[in-house]
């Protein structure tokens, strides 16, 4: 089940923009645009609150602080563009989990956000992206744990960076990824190359691992296409 994010931002073009960034990664996301509106909302209990501090009628620490009146373990990341020291260490007083100093790139909102939902929440056994570690699909059967790939008796060469990105593409098998997800998943936030890398592991994959449709979307990303 996706989780609930309540973003409260008064600054119409960021609040769409990660409003968009947060549903592209699965979240289900609920926008304010004021803090009373927001308050309104806290007993829906969200999974997660992404709070500006500077908002035009109560300010973010007044909503952390019903946020947590109750229900304390509710995570909150704040975002301001104030003064950075003194707002990362009231939002820490008051009990927030993460800050993010104005300006930033939504892709930290997310790489944050994720981490943050794992940490608390951890995986979801449930979750219906969570696949075996031994699996056939189609003619091909895929060890995680091996890392290996057969087609029949014959063994399918992949290197560690195609191997990881079948398996994400597996993990979320007929549903829509940006190149953006891809990067952050199987090359890790501290990858800062040209995001083209994944075009050419995919062009790659494509060869070797011909049975499989990966389809381009363009201007978006990527989608591996299974019919069962």
Known sequence: MSKKIYLVEDEVSLNLLLEKYLEREGYEVTTFSNGLSAVARIEDLPDLWILDIMLPDIDGYEIIKAVKAYN??????????????????VGLELGSDDYLSKPFLPRELIIRTNKLLERVY???????H????????????ISKKQRTVFIGSEEVI?????????????????????????????????????DRVVDDVIRRLRKKIDKFTIETVYGYGYKLVYKL
């Open 72 to 89: 304390k373990n509710t995570p909150v990341i704040f975002m301001s563009a104030r003064n950075e020291e003194l707002d990362r260490v």
């Open 122 to 128: 951890g995986t979801d056994k449930d979750d219906t």
């Open 130 to 141: 969570q696949i075996s570690d031994d699996l056939n699909m189609g003619e091909y059967r």
């Open 158 to 194: 992949l290197t560690k960076k195609e191997f990881e990105l079948l398996y994400y593409f597996i993990e979320n098998k007929n549903n829509l990824v940006s190149r953006e997800q891809i990067l952050d998943t199987v090359w890790g936030d501290d990858y800062f190359g040209s």
